[in-house]
């Protein structure tokens, strides 16, 4: 009797807890969101300007204590981060004024999807960023519902600002708006009243993120979307006498799209000399056409040319992970005025719980890298400035304890099985990572590494790797890692939150042989 009382006592609890995190989600989601009817109305636009208006003024959502605990022990060094709330999308990676430029989407006022912003940060090196105080608003009503990703072109003395205008109309709608902004060299912005490029007929409201770029002195557009039927694709458009204010359509671009995923996010297609790398993530992508672990996958095709007429990328290869760890998203690329093509992805993904939500905090992009074909293969790999971080270095060896801010060269030979781990604590723990180049696999297993988090997919990472002398370059920066393997052909990135005793260095199999950097995020090359 006494069990069965208990049982129902439990089920009782069970089901006053489901009700209560019912109500707690909907307090949450009018909190940052609104009701429908609110987004429609008075009340909602009321509630909107109050956050604009503390975005304006440079408010963010005050930190806890524990907040700046967090960020005084795991805070990263050497990555762009947000001051507050949420950072996701690189949005108008771009060259302007002298200086590189690179914005990121940020709700500020908690780790929610919100009322989307861009903050604008610049460098000299494509290292050292800071924030310039300048935002991309939601304060119009072609985008009162988020400035969502996009990108940036120089045009004259100003930069054009493409991005997506996220609308809600009254009934719950969503209105997808292609719209613009000119910024002046002293950072003002003065948005473009009118629709680029509407939502097609033939595509759902899932259409979104303009890359625009330039093709032997035309400029052209694509945009991510999906069908009537739940099918993503991605579009071209063609500037008429390169006016960045009148496009026309050219048609669905031609990549060898299996038609498996049911959105098209972030696509950017940039030039390694003169071929077309295709950039994009197909959400929902079938595993069948190429297998990946994380909730949406981050890919890319390579062509033989471009043929704008025919919206079309010529002898196209198959698909590829531009990223095989756990953290790689929206990346975003553009060509430089030299015509070295560069990008920066963000490393997180959406629909993932971190465990810096608790403090209202997520997100981070990944470093600066540019891109390079050799073989047909694509290698990515970071900017030679990175280099100017180094501050003291020795030979790679076991260490107890590190600033967990560092990077490695290494080196491992042919045959060879090698085991290291990172973020080590006294009993072994950490970021295991094996080169099993006997066996030609690479793995990355962060299941002892700290706090674990997205564990319904998995724990570990792999990619294949020739049986060959293989290097490895590693970035350490609190609780992110980037590792390129062979200058860059296959790239592991992504979050770990490890303990306050993982700070050391373990071999505990082969004998890889390297360099190890202390890495001092003041230091720039003269």
Known sequence: PNLKKFKKSCQTFNIFCYFFHLLLAF?????????????????????????????????????????????????IHYHVEPKSGLLNDPNGFSYFDGKWILFYQNFPFGAAHGLKSWVQTESEDLVHFKETGVTLLPDTRLDSHGAYS??????????????????????????????????????????????????????????????????KGQYYAIVGGQDLEKKGFIRLYKAIDNDYTNWVEVGDLDFANDRTAYMMECPNLVFVGDQPVLLYCPQGLDKSVLDYDNIYPNMYKIGESFDPEQAKLVDISELHNLDYGFEAYATQGFNAPDGRAYVVSWLALPDISYP????????????????????????????????????ESESFANKAQTQNCYELELQFEKDSQ?????????????LALS??????????????AGEQFAQEFGTSRSCPIDNQATTATIFIDNSIFEIFINKGEKVFSGRVYPHADQTGILIKAGNPTGSYYELDYGRKAN
């Open 435 to 448: 080169f099993d180049l006997a066996n030609g696999l690479v793995t990355v297993d962060r299941s002892q």
């Open 150 to 215: 996009g990108s940036a072109m120089q045009f004259g003395d100003k930069l054009f600002l493409f991005y997506t205008g996220n609308v809600r109309d009254a009934e719950w709608v969503r209105h997808p708006y292609q719209v613009g902004a000119l910024m002046d060299k002293d950072g003002k912005i003065e948005k473009i009243d009118q629709i680029l490029i509407d939502q097609p007929a033939d595509s759902t409201d899932h259409f979104r993120d303009p890359q625009i770029f330039n093709f």
């Open 418 to 430: 090698n085991e290291i781990v990172l973020f080590a604590d006294q009993e072994g723990k950490g």
């Open 356 to 391: 810096t939500d608790s403090y209202d905090y997520q997100g981070a992009l990944s470093l600066v890298k540019e891109l390079t074909i050799k073989d047909g293969k694509l290698y990515q790999y970071p900017v030679e400035a990175i280099k100017d971080l180094r501050a």
């Open 27 to 75: 307090l949450i989601r009018n909190r940052y969101y609104g009701s429908k009817k609110k987004f429609g109305g008075t009340k909602w636009n009321g509630q909107r300007n109050v956050v604009i208006d503390a975005m304006k003024t440079g408010q963010r959502k005050k930190s806890k204590r524990s907040l700046r605990i967090w960020l005084h022990l795991l805070g």
